[in-house]
Nanobody, 123 residues
Framework: QVRLEESGGGSVQPGGSLRLSCVAS????????MAWFRQAPGKEREGVAS??????TYADSAKGRFTIPKDNAENIVYLQMNNLEVDDTAIYSC??????????????????WGQGTQVTVSS
């Protein structure tokens, strides 16, 4: 069983930056596909970014502003978010699965989830 724990959420003004962290344990880290999802109030959960040993994938809303670096030595995946917008306000959750995902940004492809961390962007 993969255990995931997120941190780094908070409040920021539009144009600001935040870095979320997800510490993973209980598995072979290099074999995982890791991803970040978010769910805004009244909206469905959506994939933001994913990473595995081969590639990274970004939602259109994240391209050019977010990156998903990974520290294999520490079993941590990050979500670096720059130039944040009010529409980025959501609960951000880390997800993982063994092997590659058919659709890296589809929540149905993941069976391990963190508890989520709140990100609020407002002026």
């Amino acid at each position: 069983q993969v255990r995931l724990e997120e941190s780094g959420g908070g409040s920021v003004q539009p144009g600001g930056s935040l870095r979320l962290s997800c510490v993973a344990s209980g598995f072979i880290y290099s074999s995982l596909t890791m991803a970040w999802f978010r769910q805004a109030p009244g909206k469905e959960r959506e994939g933001v970014a994913s990473i595995n040993s081969i590639e990274t994938t970004y939602a259109d809303s994240a391209k050019g502003r977010f990156t998903i670096p990974k520290d294999n030595a520490e079993n941590i995946v990050y979500l670096q978010m720059n130039n944040l917008e009010v529409d980025d306000t959501a609960i951000y959750s880390c997800a993982a699965r063994h092997g590659t995902a058919i659709d890296p940004l589809d929540e149905e492809d993941y069976n391990n989830w963190g508890q989520g961390t709140q990100v609020t962007v407002s002026s």
